[in-house]
Each structure stands twice: as C-alpha cells, then as structure tokens.
C-alpha cells in the first residue's frame, strides 16, 4: 500500500498535518495539493479541534513543484492548467480562510510553491538555516497566485524585490520583511510551535480566533477574490509560453538557461 502524501493527528485541539513526500523533497503535484487541501478541510470541520500547525516530513518544508508534475503541465490543455490552477488557489484559500489558526513550522527550504504555503499560513515558525524564495520567473513562469497573498502580508517594494528577481532569502530576512513571525532553533522549534498553539487553546475562545482572524482578513475581500480570479487565468495562459517550456526543459535537464 502506497503510503499517505498527508499525515493528520490530533492532540490537546491540536491538528498537525504533515506533508509525508521526504525522498521528493516534499515538492507539490496534484495528488499532493488534493490530499493537503482534504487534510484542512477536516481540519476546518473537526470539533476536536481549535488550532493546525503545518509542517513537513525530512530535510525540506517544500521545494515547489516536482518534475514530473512540471512535464505533465506542459502536456495539459489550457482547460486542464486552468483546473489544475484552480485547485493551488483552493489550497491556499482553504489555508488562507480556514476559521482556525494555521501556525507553520519551517524546518527546512521553502521554495516556489512551497514558500507559497508558508505565506498563507497565519502565523510562521523558521529555523534559521531555512531558505524561502519565490523562484517562479527563473523557469519562465510567474507567482500569480501567491503574489495576491504577498501584497497583503509585505510592501509593494518587497514584494517586487522577491518576486521579480526570486532570489532566495534567509529566515531572519523573511522575519524583517514581515512574512514570518518568529526565528526559533531547530532543537527549540517543536516545543515552541506546541507552546504557541497551546497557548490559543488555553487561552482564547474558539469563536474570538475565528472572527478575529475573518476580521483581519475581510479588510480587502473584493479586492483578493478578484486578484485571485486573475491569477489562476494567467497561470494557465503562461504555462502555454515558449518562454514556460524552455525554462521547465532547462530546469529537468540541470542545464542554466540563458534569458
């Protein structure tokens, strides 16, 4: 038997969800977004339970898209890049919406899409030697859907810095552009993700959280559901580019591209 992309316990109201993909370094495909958009669903519908960290199995948090999942894009229709971009925005959404904290735990690189999954997070745990970066313009590709995130937790100027170079940063710098919270040892980081959310358990009602954080996040609605609407559209229409293909060629065959 094929062993779960997603793991999901639960303990003290607490749900954690781990990405279980450790020998692909967690990297996203389709089955993985399904299973993790399944796993905070019941999350989301579960009484037992009042705050979800997520984290990952070995060395990396997530390292963006894997290779086989970038080649199939290359294969699909429009039509199929369209649905396949609209289930990455219902993950994030799920995430971004959901009416209990989701507090990440950041024990390794975070990159392209993954660094995308920490950023609707609610709040954020990184060990220092932790990388993020959103690498998407190096493959010929663009950050449509996260970027509508981005503009909400950063500035205009940060945003453009990460987006439009995607360089990776370290953890102390993703903390001083306010797209984590805290920078913790990895030998501490367990204990202090566990404290953090038992400490919510404990000490905030259920319903407060909840419509605190709808609160927070209701300021721009409109604005988010229309940028996300965009976004899912132009993840699909650039994934036809020449300009896709060459860079998800040059990326499978380790090869640097020359723009």
């Known amino acids: 038997m094929t062993e779960p992309l997603v793991f999901y316990t639960v303990s003290q109201r607490i749900a954690t969800i781990s990405i279980n993909r450790p020998e692909k370094r967690n990297a996203l495909n389709s089955e993985l977004v399904a299973q993790l958009t399944a796993a905070f669903v019941r999350a989301s519908e579960d009484p037992a339970v009042k705050v979800v960290i997520l984290k990952a199995n070995g060395t990396a948090f997530s390292a963006g898209a894997d290779l086989a999942y ?17 289930n990455l925005k219902r993950l994030f ?7 209990k904290v989701v507090i990440a735990q950041v024990e390794g690189h975070a990159i392209a899409g993954g ?4 950023t609707v997070c609610d709040i954020v745990f990184a060990v220092p030697e932790a990388s993020f970066g959103y690498t998407e313009v190096k493959l010929g590709f663009v950050p449509a859907i996260v970027a509508c995130f981005l503009l909400r937790k950063t500035s205009e100027t940060i945003a453009k810095k990460l987006l439009l170079t995607g ?28 404290n ?20 927070i996040g209701q300021t721009t609605n409109p604005e988010l559901d229309n940028c996300l609407a965009a976004a899912v559209q132009l993840n699909a229409s650039v994934r036809e580019t020449e300009d896709f293909k060459k860079g998800v060629a040059a990326f499978i065959s380790k090869e640097k591209i020359n723009w």
């Open 70 to 86: 970038l080649q199939q894009l290359q294969q699909n229709s429009y039509e199929e890049n369209l649905a396949d971009s609209e």
């Open 93 to 99: 959404t799920t995430i971004y919406y959901l009416p």
């Open 115 to 118: 660094c995308g999954l920490a």
């Open 167 to 194: 360089i990776l940063f370290t953890a102390e710098e993703a903390l001083s552009y306010g797209l984590i919270t805290f920078v913790t040892k990895k030998e501490e980081i367990s204990l202090n993700v566990n």
């Open 196 to 215: 953090f959310a038992l400490s919510l358990c404990n000490e905030a009602s259920a319903n407060s959280l909840m419509v605190t954080k709808q609160l």
